[in-house]
T-cell receptor
Framework: AQSVSQHNHHVILSEAASLELGCNYSYGGTVNLFWYVQYPGQHLQLLLKYFSGDPLVKGIKGFEAEFIKSKFSFNLRKPSVQWSDTAEYFCAVNDGGSTLGRLYFGRGTQLTVWP | EAGVVQSPRYKIIEKKQPVAFWCNPISGHNTLYWYRQNLGQGPELLIR????????DSQLPKDRFSAERLKGVDSTLKIQPAELGDSAVYLC??????????????FGAGTRLSVL
């Protein structure tokens, strides 16, 4: 089974600071990679995804992520955060094996942005 | 377009009582998922349906949990009897039938269960 590690459980930043959230997964085969975001009181929403092709993917609200296959990583970045980015961020992996369709989630990173 | 609809949003029950959660996926989405999210953790899959067939239920604790999706649209997840450790948020998700978009799962708001 897959395991997904998010190394930062809680990140606190001031507005305009740069953000990088780490995500590593364990599966060595073909994977689909996702970042989901959950704003306070709202449901999980897709932020961005990687299926194939350019390993640098861009998502909504200025977020981007880079897939580095050799490092089994899919880190999330944003050059300048805003107060409205305060939310919980989940990295998720979907592998192409027998558990096709199952998303494996990390435990999440709570991001707090101070105005 | 309506998203994934779940009800109730909150449920408080005493241990050993039964409880049921309902989910209506996005129209046209043939794949439906139930996840459980414990406090401080990411969601974990309980069961996945392709239409009315449960194709991945290996993580469902079958001694007390059951699920159904009789007509391949809405679904019910039941716990009987509930235990203290079942306190969690139960999430439903759905995905469309074809192509790369099939891998994108859309989540409902969840049902927060508290077992006392």
């Amino acid at each position: 089974a897959q395991s997904v590690s998010q190394h930062n459980h809680h990140v606190i930043l001031s507005e305009a600071a740069s953000l990088e959230l780490g995500c590593n997964y364990s599966y060595g085969g073909t994977v689909n990679l996702f970042w989901y975001v959950q704003y306070p009181g709202q449901h999980l929403q897709l932020l961005l995804k990687y299926f194939s092709g350019d390993p640098l993917v861009k998502g909504i609200k200025g977020f981007e992520a880079e897939f580095i296959k050799s490092k089994f990583s899919f880190n999330l970045r944003k050059p300048s955060v805003q107060w409205s980015d305060t939310a919980e961020y989940f990295c998720a992996v979907n592998d192409g094996g027998s558990t096709l369709g199952r998303l494996y989630f990390g435990r999440g990173t709570q991001l707090t942005v101070w105005p | 377009e309506a998203g994934v609809v779940q009800s109730p949003r909150y449920k408080i029950i005493e241990k050993k009582q039964p409880v049921a959660f309902w989910c209506n996926p996005i129209s046209g989405h043939n794949t439906l998922y139930w996840y459980r999210q414990n406090l401080g953790q990411g969601p974990e899959l309980l069961i996945r349906y392709e239409n009315e067939e449960a194709v991945d239920d290996s993580q469902l604790p079958k001694d007390r949990f059951s699920a159904e999706r009789l007509k391949g649209v809405d679904s019910t997840l039941k716990i009987q009897p509930a235990e203290l450790g079942d306190s969690a948020v139960y999430l439903c998700a759905s995905s469309p039938p074809r192509g790369g978009a099939k891998n994108i799962q859309y989540f409902g708001a969840g049902t927060r269960l508290s077992v006392l």
